[in-house]
């Protein structure tokens, strides 16, 4: 899958001449923490909650608050945003731009379409994908958790298993590498309309269910 089935698309913009009190405002009322600042449709800038903290006053100010606040009132994002952005393609894979994240510790990635901002990929964005691809929002599934060898053909003969005894598939979520038994953890969402049935079954064929939740 590509980020711009999962980016948000309705971004929030702002010009280099936006105000500090306007930044804060929309970062407030919007619940947002990137603000992508563009010059003609194309990113020159990105300001983060960060960087509203890092121009904030200090506790130990000997300013006073209405001097304060008269300095933060002339700022402007082209004076707080950081101009060195990663970005990405709106066909990039999903998990590279995860692991773009994650390696570079950031908190967003603006998605350029021929030098255009089309859209904003967050951590949220990624929460929810994981979210939808686990199916744990499904309410009318069966989650179950089995060990399997890490051998070619055990997952395939499991979910045959699940499918002949009326199951449907509905999401299969498994990590790369064995636990410390040396087996692997395959979680399996399916329907049925006799789940306990059909885990006792796979019990009965030799399966380690490790958890089961019904729905």
Excluded: W
Aim: charged content about 25%; glycine content about 6%.
């Amino acid at each position: 899958m590509y980020v711009d089935r999962i980016m948000t698309r309705d971004v929030v913009q702002v010009a280099e001449d936006t105000r500090l009190p306007q930044l804060a405002a929309l970062m407030r009322d919007r619940h947002i923490r990137h603000l992508p600042v563009v010059r003609e449709g194309r990113l020159v800038g990105l300001v983060t909650s960060h960087d509203l903290e890092r121009v904030s006053p200090s506790p130990v100010t000997t300013l006073s608050v209405g001097e304060a606040n008269y300095l933060l009132g002339k700022l402007t994002a082209a004076r707080i945003m950081r101009t060195q952005i990663i970005t990405c393609a709106a066909d990039t894979l999903v998990e590279e731009a995860a692991r773009l994240l994650r390696q570079e510790r950031i908190g967003c990635l603006p998605v350029l379409e021929n030098d255009r901002l089309v859209g904003i990929l967050t951590h949220e964005d990624l929460l929810d994908f994981f979210l939808d691809i686990t199916g744990c929002l499904m309410e009318d599934t069966t989650r179950i958790a089995v060990h399997l060898p890490d051998t070619t053909g055990q997952l395939g003969q499991l979910l045959a298993a699940i499918n002949q005894a009326g199951g449907y598939i509905a999401t299969v979520v498994s990590p790369l590498h064995p636990d410390q038994t040396g087996l692997r953890i395959v979680v399996v969402r399916y329907r049925a309309s006799d789940p306990r049935a059909l885990n006792q079954g796979l019990r009965d064929l030799g399966y380690d269910l490790l958890t089961e939740t019904l729905p």
